[in-house]
Each structure stands twice: as structure tokens, then as C-alpha cells.
């Protein structure tokens, strides 16, 4: 059984930041691409940021200049460090896996966390 542990949400001021933590656990075949979605009140869920064992990455355009993906393979972890927030980040981020090496981690074994919340406001 796999599980993935967000933490890192919780309440930011317009301007703010934010550093969002994923840790996988359990029997992991293998992963490869990791990234963050999003989905806020009455929207789909959205590809915020992923990231390669490579480090390769890729951004939604809302996010770019603002958000930073990183990873550490060694403790099967993903991070997502948020600046310079804004209302319109207000979500729930979810973090998932992937056992192939894609950025859109929609191909291959998948898992996802169950979220952790992000709310943006003064």
C-alpha cells in the first residue's frame, strides 16, 4: 500500500508564502515524475507544477515565476514553495506519482495524497 502525506497548507496573506511537503511511503515500484495539482471551489483539478527524477519541470502559467518544484529522491519526497501569493491560489493541493518519467503524470502507476489546504487572504 502506497500513501502520500501533504503537509505544509494553511492560512497566507496576499504576498505571502507558503512551503507544501510530500512524502510517499510504503511499497513504491517505482516513481519517477512527482508533482502538485490544485482544485479550488467549484473548478477541476488543475496541474500546478512537475517535476522529472531529472529535475526536469513544468509549470502551469499562473503559477510561473511564483511557484518552485523541487524533489528529494532519496526520501521519496516533493516539495512546492509558494510566493508572492495570491487569492486565486486558494485550493486544495493534492500531491502525485507517477511510475513513469512524464511531466503531465497521466500515464503509468498513479497515486495521490489527499490534500492539503491552501487558503490566500487578508
Known amino acids: 500500500q502506497v500513501q502520500l502525506v501533504e503537509s505544509g497548507g494553511g492560512l497566507a496573506q496576499p504576498g505571502g508564502s507558503l512551503r507544501l511537503s510530500c512524502a510517499a511511503s510504503?511499497?513504491?515500484?517505482?516513481?519517477?515524475?512527482m508533482g502538485w495539482y490544485r482544485q479550488a471551489p467549484g473548478k477541476e483539478r488543475e496541474l500546478v507544477a512537475s517535476i522529472t527524477m531529472r529535475g526536469s519541470t513544468n509549470y502551469a502559467d499562473s503559477v510561473k515565476g511564483r511557484f518552485t518544484i523541487s524533489r528529494d529522491n532519496a526520501k521519496k519526497s516533493v516539495y512546492l514553495q509558494m510566493n508572492s501569493l495570491k487569492p486565486e491560489d486558494t485550493a486544495v493541493y493534492y500531491c502525485?506519482?507517477?511510475?513513469?518519467?512524464?511531466?503531465?503524470?497521466?500515464?503509468?502507476?498513479?497515486?495521490w495524497g489527499e490534500g492539503t489546504l491552501v487558503t490566500v487572504s487578508s
Open positions: 502525485k506519482t507517477s511510475s513513469l518519467n512524464d511531466l503531465s503524470l497521466s500515464y503509468g502507476e498513479q497515486y
Open positions: 510504503g511499497t513504491i515500484f517505482r516513481i519517477a515524475a
